[in-house]
């Protein structure tokens, strides 16, 4: 659907920024290609007039309307100004306030009867998109001290209701367009002092209610991208082959956020916050990155649901990371994952449930798994009939793994352990159905001992189930005799697979 094009911080910017010819030309040229862009989306644009005043062409009582397979958008903007700057460049800028019409049927395949039917106001008084440069090359900045957008039901009298807001403070970006045609490369970035949202919703005829709200403080983020017409997009797989392509990063300071429910009575209350955090993403026609991070995160809860008055958890870092080719590679390319939790912490009184004498040492957990390698991609990830073809087969090869970190630390035991291996895909006999593997993996065990004899002690634990597993592991692993420590060293080599140089297969 096209509707979301004017779903952004402004109608207008959301315009502008799919334009390509705003550089050296006069404020008529650019309010016409605002039109032809528009009725290219499939929208509707009328205006009540477009006259002169000076240098700025002010366009009157602008209304946008678009509509297809039940959903509807209307939007009128009381003024568009488009002034001449008198060096090659137009200033845009619209009434202090708007609103938008967004209607669409109710989403059947979601289990949901009820449409959709939103009043959308955006106010920004003051906010000013400035473009610049070339036709080839369309650079334009934007900025606004204030920016809010609010959204109502647009049907007062539905029983179930709900609003948000979005208030933006000191925002600031630019893009640069690039390219001639429907293909556009589009490099951007902005940033954003604090963003406040809020939010409320309630369903008399379930006797529930719900409100929200949160603050970010110091929003940034940038794209790249290679972005193809409306309809090469109608297909990932052969946009990406055609060379659709983006990448960017979002960063933010500090947050906060509270969430109260009610359902028949019962409340639930939860709270939290976070120090910082960030997301980068790529995509193109070779391999695809997603990933995130965020610290000193804490979060409260409290419920009727609940054993105990609050749940508290929080952790120092929380990461992941996943990078992969998706297309098919003549050579070994290169893969990532990643899962980091440290310093994970619970409430005593969730300690209490599992350990009431408090037998365990109530130490922060950490679980990180953080590795890489090489794998030979042999069918297209995006490629559905390709990969439906393919049965149960894999769509590639592994060719290398390297464990650069692997840790789990709980109640005062720790693992640790590190290695690599490489694969061979011509030999999936010696290990059946598995390309055959080189190389090792160290590990280091410390409080192991300790643990289980305190979950025997508990209780949690059988005694003969604890010594069986103290057997096994002894069997395989060498063990310090001053303190509770073992290591071992688990490798393939020689088509066998040994533990401490014991060859186990």
């Known amino acids: 659907m096209k509707y979301w094009k004017l779903a952004g911080s402004t109608a207008v910017l959301a315009i502008l920024a799919g334009s390509g010819a705003f550089a050296d030309v006069t404020p008529e040229e650019v309010w016409q290609n605002w039109q032809d862009m528009s009725t290219s989306a499939g929208q509707t ?17 602008v209304a946008l309307s678009y509509e297809k397979d039940g959903t509807s958008f209307s939007s009128t903007i009381e003024q568009i100004d488009f002034a001449d700057n008198g060096d090659g460049t137009v200033d845009v800028t619209t009434s202090d306030s708007y609103t938008m019409a967004l209607k669409a049927p109710a989403a059947a395949d979601a289990g949901s009867d009820v449409p959709t039917d939103l009043k959308i106001t955006v106010t ?12 080839a090359a369309l650079s334009y900045a934007f900025t606004a001290p204030t920016l809010n957008v609010k959204v109502e039901p647009g049907n007062p009298s539905a029983p179930a209701q709900g609003s948000f ?9 630019k893009y640069l367009v690039e390219g001639d045609g429907d293909a556009k490369k589009v490099t951007s970035d902005f940033t954003a002092k604090a963003v406040k949202l809020s939010g409320a919703g309630k369903d008399d005829t379930a006797k529930s209610d719900v409100n929200f709200s949160a603050t970010i403080a110091d929003l940034a983020g940038n794209s790249d991208g290679n972005f193809l017409g409306a309809q090469a997009m109608t297909d990932l797989a052969t946009a990406l082959k055609g060379g659709f392509a983006i990448n960017g990063s979002i960063s933010r300071g500090a947050m906060t956020f509270d969430l109260s429910v009610t359902e028949d009575g019962k409340p639930t209350k939860i709270n939290g916050a ?22 000193a995160f804490n979060l409260t809860v409290a419920s009727a649901d609940i054993p105990f008055p609050e749940l508290k958890l929080g952790y120092q870092e929380a990461a992941f990371n996943v990078a992969m ?28 449930m599992v350990d009431p004498a408090g037998s365990l040492p109530h130490d922060p957990a950490t679980v990180v798994i953080d590795t890489k390698g090489k794998v030979t991609m042999t069918t297209d990830l995006f490629d559905e009939a390709a990969m439906a073809a393919l049965g149960d087969a894999p769509p590639g090869e592994l060719n290398a793994l390297d464990v650069t970190e692997l840790k789990a630390s709980v109640a005062g035991a720790e693992l640790t352990g590190a290695g690599g291996f490489t694969f061979d895909n011509t030999d999936k006999t010696t290990f059946p159905g598995v390309p055959l593997p080189t190389g090792k993996l160290d590990l280091k065990l410390t409080g192991g001992n300790t643990l289980l004899d305190k979950l025997v002690a508990m209780g949690l634990l059988p005694q003969d189930q604890a010594m069986g597993f103290k057997m096994m592991v002894s069997m395989f692993a060498n063990s310090a005799a001053d303190k509770d420590e073992m290591t071992s060293t688990l490798e393939f080599k020689d088509k066998g697979f040994y533990a401490n140089g014991q060859k186990l297969q």
């Open 45 to 61: 644009v009328t205006s009540a007039s477009a006259e002169r005043d000076g240098d700025t062409l002010v366009v009157s009582d």
């Open 124 to 135: 920004q008084p003051e906010m000013v998109v400035t473009a610049s440069g070339t036709a």
């Open 165 to 173: 807001q979005a208030d933006i403070t000191e925002l600031d970006g």
């Open 274 to 295: 976070s120090e910082s955090g960030d997301m980068s993403f790529v995509m193109d026609a070779t391999h695809l990155q997603f990933g995130g991070n965020g610290k």
């Open 325 to 352: 080719p998706v297309g098919k590679t003549g050579a070994p390319a290169d893969f990532a994952f990643l899962t980091k939790l440290v310093g994970f912490t619970v409430s005593d009184e969730v300690w209490g």
